[in-house]
Every structure is written in structure tokens, then in C-alpha cells.
């Protein structure tokens, strides 16, 4: 189970990656500065939910679970926000007039920061829960990692050859947040 | 660190042989010249006057633009000629704006044929601007500007008004997808100066071309369109106010090339935009995949 939710989690992470791109769009345009932002804001995500994760994992039954449940929440609030007000974020922004690279760092900070770290927290925790499954603790790691990786991809090429071109981007954001509100609930259940 | 030394100086002579050339006139008839920049990989090949830039993908390397050195009047790309069918609308400029500088062709006919204008361009790629300066006779000054910035963010963070808004925005062979939403033509009609008009190079041949019309026209009371033929291109103008005959236009105005422009144009005017289609949003704007499907 820990390796099919950690799967799953992986498609949400970079699928909202280029679902970011085209919210950024239409504010920022998409040059390569926005790129270098996009992705950076990504990587520090996926480096500060690690070391959430890794710091949440050490924690005994109990407030671990209600870690977990903490993460949980920040992650479909993350993108519920962005489902419901990153336009309006946007146009805020866009109203201050602010350089591009701050709006950007903004823009870049507090929409999509906040749930893929939340969502990359869970890594750690999905590790746990493999090696108490009676799995070493290198293997399950190096197979978390792998199908983590193996979801990336599914969700670039999902979101990029399927969704975007059929859904808008609206309807995909709301699709993430009851998608990641029920892989939440699963993860939970995956916890001792 | 000598192996380090001598690769900086053969880097060094490398780099030297790149700018030799020049854009005289009296410059070599020939030469090839290929740059990366953060958006392209960019050939410039002078052969006699003209001198083409091109955007290599993979194999291809299809042409973008070409200027004829000794001519800035010569608008050596037949769709650029079309381009000018702004003025059947707003037949004096005086603020031009141009999304996508290419290599300068339409900035060096309007400062030969409309002295008066103000030229603005915004250009995503400094190293287009640089290679169109340094190679294709384009130069610059104080009413011919051109800025590095996306189009759109241009847009949006300059509210003046233009007379002429030129949209040419190729990158990798197609526009990106917020250069052909709804609401970036609601910016663009917002910053239309009374009786401007917004001009745009479109490809026909994808159900991206659909779409085009159908979005321009949803947003735009008039939207013509002008076939170029022998190519893929058709140039949309979109204006203000209600549809009016353009075949009525007064060309006795005008003179010279801009006036045979205009009559060819018009001999190519294919009517008004179709609304069959789906419109393109911020929201919704697969234009890589309209592009890649038959109409």
C-alpha cells in the first residue's frame, strides 16, 4: 500500500507543476525566468517537506498520526487555495506592481510551496510505513524513491497529454484537491 | 588548470570567428552564423543582400524572417507585407506597438515609410535582438525601442495606447498558449488607442486556426481576414466599432509599396473571421494540441 500511495502522490506533485505553468501564464508569461522559479519553488517543496516528513516520523504513534492528519490538511487546503483564489492572488499581485522576480517568489512561495510540501512530507512517513511493514529500511526507501519518481512521470505526461488538453485548469485544481484530500485519508489509514 | 587556459582560448577564438560578418551592405556576400540563446537555436545566413534568420528544430530549420540589406522598403517575407493592412483602419499611425521583433523587417519599413511613428517592440529573446542588430541592418533609437520581456507582461504593465499593435510572437514554431487567450486580447483591445487596430500573423492548416478566429471574435467587434498565398500564413485585423466594408477602403492616400500592400491584401481578403469553434481562455487553452490536428 505505502508504494501505491507514494505512486499516486508522485502524479500530484509534478502534474501540478505544469498546471502551475499555466496559471503563472497569463501574469508572468512563460519565459525562462518563470520556469527557473516554478522549479526551484518545487525542489525547495520537495526539500522542506522531506525534512518535515523525516522530523514527523520520529515522533511516537499518537502525534504522529496527528501529524500526519496536520500535513493532511495543509496539503487540501494548499490546493483548494489555488483552486479557489490563485486567480484573484494573481491579479492582486499583478495590482502592486511589484518586479517580476518578487511577484514571482510570491506567487511562487505561497501557492504552490505550502501543498507540495505538505505532499512531499508524506514521502518519509510512506517509508515508515513500509519498514514497519516488515520491510529493510534502505530497500523500502530506494523503492519509495522509485515509484515516487516513476508517479513524477506519470503525472507530467497524464496532466500534459490528457488533462490540459481536455479540462480546464480550473476543473483539474479542484480534481487535485479531492484527489489529494482522499490519498490524505489513505495515508492515514497507512500509519501505525 | 592549462587545460582549463587552453579551453578558454580556443572558447575565446571561437567566439571570435561568430563576429566577423557584420550587417554592411558591403559586408561578405555570404556567411552563416549559429547562436543558442535561452529560447532558440538561432542561424543567420547572409546570401547577396539578404540575409535570413532561422530557428533550427531538430533537422528543420525553418525560416522566421529575411530583410534585404541594401532595401529597408523591401519587405523581403510576403506575409510582413500584409502585416501593414493595420492602416486600412488607422491609415496614420502614430504609436506602433510589436509583440515579436523577429529581425526588424516591418521596424525598418515603418521608420523608411512612416518616419513620424513611434515604434515600440517587445521581444522575449535578447539574442533575436542582438543577431537583427548585428546582422540584419536593424538599429534601434529612441523611437524604435525595444524591450526583453514577455509579451503579455508587457502588456499588462503598460497601459498606453497604440494605434497599431503588431502580434508576431513565435517561439519554437508556435505562439505560446497566454498569447492566444481571450483575455489577452481583452488587454490588447483595452489598449487600443480610439481607431487602433490590432494586426496578427496566424498559420492556417490546424484546428488551432479555428480557434484563433473564433477567439478573436469573441472578443472583437471586426475581425477580418487577409490569405497570404503560397504560404501557410492568414494575418487577422480586429478593431473597434461595427464591421464596415473594407473593399470601400480609400487607398488613394497612400503611395508607394505601402499601397501596392494594401491592394494586394485586399485582393487576398478572405472576409470576416469564422465563430465555428472552440474560444481559447486562460482557463483552457490547449493550442499545442489544436496544432498538432487536422482542421
Not at chain 1, 525534512?51 to 504513534?61: A, E, H, K, S
Not at chain 1, 508524506?122 to 508517479?151: E, K, M, N, W
Amino acid at each position: 500500500m505505502p508504494y501505491a500511495l507514494s505512486f499516486i502522490l508522485g502524479i500530484f506533485s509534478m502534474g501540478f507543476q505544469l498546471l502551475g505553468s499555466r496559471l503563472l501564464s497569463p501574469w508572468f508569461g512563460s519565459s525562462i525566468i518563470v520556469w527557473a522559479f516554478l522549479i526551484s519553488a518545487f525542489l525547495v517543496a520537495f526539500s522542506l517537506g522531506s525534512i518535515c516528513g523525516g522530523w514527523l516520523v520520529r515522533f511516537p504513534d499518537g502525534p504522529r498520526r496527528r501529524g500526519v492528519i496536520g500535513v493532511g490538511v495543509v496539503a487540501v487546503t494548499g490546493f483548494a487555495v489555488n483552486a479557489l483564489s490563485a486567480s484573484a492572488f494573481l491579479d492582486w499581485l499583478d495590482e502592486r506592481s511589484a518586479p517580476l522576480m518578487v511577484a514571482l517568489s510570491l506567487a511562487c512561495g505561497l501557492l504552490f510551496l505550502p501543498p507540495v510540501a505538505a505532499l512531499a512530507a508524506f514521502t518519509p512517513v510512506l517509508v515508515q510505513a513500509a519498514h514497519d511493514r516488515g520491510h529493510a529500511a534502505g530497500f523500502a526507501s530506494g523503492l519509495i524513491y522509485c515509484v515516487s519518481t516513476l508517479g513524477n512521470i506519470a503525472g507530467i505526461m497524464l496532466t500534459a497529454f490528457v488533462l490540459i488538453p481536455n479540462l480546464p485548469v480550473s476543473a483539474l485544481l479542484w480534481i487535485w484537491t479531492a484527489a489529494v484530500a482522499a490519498s490524505s485519508v489513505w495515508v492515514m489509514r497507512c500509519v501505525r | 588548470m592549462r587545460a582549463l587556459i587552453l579551453l578558454l582560448l580556443v572558447g575565446g577564438l571561437a567566439g571570435c570567428g561568430d563576429r566577423t560578418p557584420g550587417a554592411s551592405p558591403d559586408g561578405p556576400a555570404r556567411f552563416r552564423v549559429e547562436r543558442e540563446s535561452l529560447y532558440n537555436q538561432i542561424l543567420i545566413e547572409r546570401d547577396g543582400n539578404i540575409v535570413e534568420l532561422r530557428f533550427r528544430r531538430g533537422r528543420k530549420v525553418p525560416r522566421q524572417t529575411a530583410v534585404d540589406l541594401t532595401d529597408p522598403e523591401r519587405l523581403v517575407i510576403p506575409y510582413t507585407r500584409t502585416m501593414l493592412v493595420g492602416a486600412l483602419v488607422q491609415p496614420a499611425p502614430r504609436r506602433v506597438l510589436q509583440l515579436g521583433l523577429g529581425g526588424g523587417a516591418l521596424n525598418r519599413y515603418l521608420r523608411r515609410v512612416m518616419p513620424e511613428v513611434f515604434l515600440q517592440t517587445a521581444e522575449i529573446d535578447a539574442t533575436v535582438r542582438d543577431m537583427a542588430v548585428e546582422f540584419m541592418g536593424y538599429r534601434p533609437d529612441d523611437r524604435d525601442v525595444v524591450v526583453i520581456e514577455d509579451a503579455r507582461t508587457f502588456v499588462r504593465r503598460n497601459d498606453a495606447p497604440w494605434d497599431w499593435i503588431l502580434v508576431d510572437a513565435y517561439t519554437g514554431g508556435s505562439v505560446p498558449p497566454h498569447l492566444k487567450t481571450r483575455e489577452f486580447y481583452e488587454l490588447l483591445r483595452s489598449r487600443l488607442a480610439p481607431g487602433g487596430a490590432v494586426v496578427l500573423n496566424l498559420h492556417r492548416g490546424s484546428r488551432l486556426f479555428a480557434s484563433d478566429q473564433a477567439t478573436l471574435r469573441a472578443v472583437f467587434p471586426q475581425v477580418e481576414m487577409f490569405d497570404v498565398p503560397g504560404t501557410g500564413n492568414v494575418v487577422a485585423l480586429a478593431c473597434e466599432g461595427a464591421p464596415g466594408d473594407l473593399r470601400a477602403a480609400d487607398l488613394s492616400r497612400f503611395a508607394g509599396s505601402l499601397r501596392e500592400h494594401l491592394e494586394q491584401a485586399l485582393k487576398n481578403h478572405l472576409g470576416p473571421a469564422a465563430t465555428e469553434a472552440v474560444v481559447l481562455t486562460d482557463d483552457y487553452a490547449p493550442t499545442e494540441f489544436l496544432q498538432q490536428q487536422r482542421p
